[in-house]
């Protein structure tokens, strides 16, 4: 009975979900209701996670319950410690959930709803959850290296060093990227900056409470959190309606770019129980909580999706970025259905954490799946406004026209109806002064979530309210990737130094832990406070990379997981992983060759230098034309590395299923863990 009732579920499933997709997919001419895309949603990853994970789990990796993690045989109270699993869960989620799946989805809503959809959905399930699980997995297995450091024992050296250089020099440019788009919500926030600087005290007291007042109570600390949490929230709002508290917690770029420092230096150098863990732990409460009530908002209003499925802008005439949809609506969306990110995150501090293997399957897989909702989100928040007002906000003023009345009439010529009244008044509800030329896609979305709560819960009162909740939401969810990262990064840098000087690789050893943590936060704290003095340094000028580059970084770890499952000898089974690494190599490779050459200006960084050479040259000119060069050069070494870890990965396949290598994995010895086991 029971497996006819769960053939009937799941068959039910199949068919809602055959349903949303094809709603999605061939629909065309009226709107198609938001619902659609949250049916889908759910029917993917539900199927996902039942069927092919649990394939991946018991065919492939085959999760062995009985094996002691590295958190068990190596606790140090500092970075490797047993840790409960929805607390390891809340810690991953938090420290991959940045920047990626809230504005990526929107930017990539120029070309219409259909794209960004239907990738989300399929990157997340066959390439993006796949990736975290088994790196998180095969980390747990070595007990707990690097990405850097897996490359290096199981391509060889010269691919562990091409590895090496090129994982850290784009982890730099991502945090720096990271760093600085938290100063920009929060240099003129108070609210948000109340709020997030109220989440550190209270992680720290959830750390003491759980470690040391009442170790395991996780219910409590968890409901503790979640009061404390909602508190700084409403208490963000008293501080920025109160003149003089307002004033306190109003910071300039520099000093915020400061403080950002120092936080991400203690969450590097401290034990990771007693502000990196719960922080995140309770960044997931406003992370799943915010999205689960967007998520009721849709379905209680079921609004309709005003994005065409597909926009004129698919032949790569996008005001909001140039390109054709192959390949950079797949860079753009990036972290919500891949990101080489997480792959750090698998292989840095989430492995060290994990108490069973058979845990994996959902940190790994699961919270990567929270992600891709998280994208999903995002696109309806980005599609149910009206094209004008989307391409209004998201359309550099380049493109448009500087005057609202200019940039109005160019946007309704495209056959977008909007007006600068129209602007103003929305402008004037969410408590701006104008909507115009809000680059960047964190306005558009935080608009978007502040239609949908205003109309769902409150009402056009609240919208002002809900847009400022939306903006410090987007800056708690990119600074959990910032302090993650970072300590990921002194991992990393500690692994290499190790086989300088041996102590230096002790992650226990706190002198090695304080100039590491110093050193990685110095090097992407240089760009961010070039980037925050200067508009067109720094950062600022490597920011154009950061899609292309964390798909880069993918790339990577999928060459890792290929050589691996060939070695474990299921190379049967590597399309599991092989698959998803030949799309991306076809994605990023295309995308860096436009970047680099592509003869249109707005596409190719050496197209650009050149159109503005031809010009009069003055000091913020020639800034930009060094700055495009650097993109270009810094974009064809990134891959130039990439292609040789491309070629000594293929030696080791090509090798070992010809005979002609040994297969040999670099796992740690069985161990029989001491902890009761629960089995199923």
Not at 249 to 263: C, Q, R
């Amino acid at each position: 009975m029971n497996k006819t009732f769960a053939i009937a579920a799941w068959g039910t499933v199949v068919v809602l979900g055959a349903m949303a997709i094809g709603a999605i997919a061939l629909h065309r001419g009226e709107p198609i209701n938001a619902l659609w895309l949250v049916v889908a949603a759910t029917c993917c990853y539900s199927l996902g996670y039942r069927f092919y994970s649990k394939f991946i789990a018991t065919k492939i990796l085959v999760l062995d319950g009985l094996r002691a993690t590295p958190a068990e045989r190596l606790e140090n109270g500092r970075d490797f410690l047993l840790t409960n699993k929805w607390v390891v869960f809340g810690h991953h989620f938090a420290a991959i959930a940045g920047p990626g799946p809230l504005v990526g989805p929107v930017l990539a809503a120029q070309f219409g709803y259909l794209p960004g959809t239907m990738w989300v959905l399929a990157g997340a399930v066959f390439a993006g959850c796949v990736q975290d699980f088994v790196i998180l997995l095969f980390s747990v297995r070595r007990d707990g290296k690097s990405l850097t450091e897996m490359a290096k024992d199981e391509i060889g050296r010269v691919g562990g060093f091409v590895a090496y250089v090129a994982v850290i020099a784009i982890l730099i440019i991502l945090l720096g990227v990271a760093a600085l788009i938290v100063v920009n919500a929060l240099k003129a926030s108070p609210w948000g900056t109340f709020t997030i600087a109220m989440t550190m005290p209270v992680a720290l007291l959830m750390g003491v409470y759980l470690r040391r007042i009442r170790p395991g109570k996780v219910l409590e600390v968890s409901a503790l959190g979640f009061v404390l949490v909602l508190a700084a929230i409403w208490g963000g709002q008293y501080v920025s309606q109160n003149a003089a508290l307002a004033k306190l917690f109003t910071f300039s770029a520099p000093a915020l770019a400061i403080l950002i420092m120092v936080y991400g230096f203690a969450a590097s150098a401290l034990p990771v129980w007693l502000l990196l863990a719960p922080r995140d732990y309770l960044s997931t409460f406003v992370k799943l909580g915010t999205i689960a009530l967007l998520a009721v908002g849709i379905v209680a209003l079921h609004p309709t999706l005003r994005m065409p499925a597909l926009t004129r802008f698919v032949d790569g005439t996008g005001p909001v970025f140039a390109g054709k949809i192959f390949p950079f609506a797949f860079i753009t969306i990036a972290c919500g259905a891949i990101s080489g990110f997480h792959a750090l995150i698998s292989s840095g501090t989430t492995p060290k954490m994990i108490s069973r293997e058979t845990e994996a399957r959902m940190v790994g897989y699961g919270a990567m799946m929270a992600e891709s909702a998280v994208a999903v989100m995002a696109i309806i928040a980005a599609c149910v406004m009206q094209p004008g007002v989307y391409f209004a906000i998201n359309s550099p003023a380049g493109i448009v026209g500087q005057a609202p009345a200019t940039a109005a009439a160019t946007i309704s010529g495209w056959g977008f109806p909007v007006t600068a009244a129209d602007m103003e008044t929305l402008a004037h509800a969410v408590g701006e002064q104008t909507l115009f030329n809000r680059t960047g896609g964190a306005p558009a979305f935080a608009v978007g979530m502040a239609h949908i709560f205003s109309h769902s819960l409150g009402g056009e009162t609240l919208m002002a309210l809900w847009y400022h909740f939306a903006i410090m939401f987007e800056a708690l969810f990119i600074l959990t990737i910032l302090d993650a990262g970072t300590r990921v990064a002194r991992f990393m840098l500690q692994d290499a130094l190790g086989h300088v000087y041996k102590p230096l690789g002790r992650t226990s050893w706190y002198p090695s832990i304080l100039a590491t943590s110093g050193l990685i936060v110095g090097a992407w704290g240089y760009f961010l406070w070039q980037g925050v003095r200067d508009p067109l340094g720094g950062i600022n000028s490597l920011w154009p990379l950061f899609g292309i580059s964390n798909q880069l970084l993918a790339t990577v770890a999928l060459c890792v997981a290929t050589t691996i499952i060939i070695k474990m000898h299921r190379a049967k089974y590597a399309a599991v992983t092989l698959i998803p690494l030949a799309w991306l190599v076809a994605v990023t490779f295309t995308a860096s060759w436009h970047k680099m050459f592509d003869p249109n200006p707005r596409v190719g960084f050496l197209a650009q230098a050149r159109a503005l050479a031809a010009g009069p040259i003055t000091a913020a000119i020639a800034r930009i034309i060094f700055n495009n060069r650097l993109d270009a050069a810094v974009t064809g070494v990134l891959v130039l590395m990439i292609t040789l870890l491309l070629v000594e990965s293929a030696r080791q396949w090509i090798g070992i299923l010809a005979g002609t290598r040994e297969a040999q994995v670099k796992e740690s010895p069985f161990v029989r863990t001491r902890l009761v086991q629960e089995q199923g």
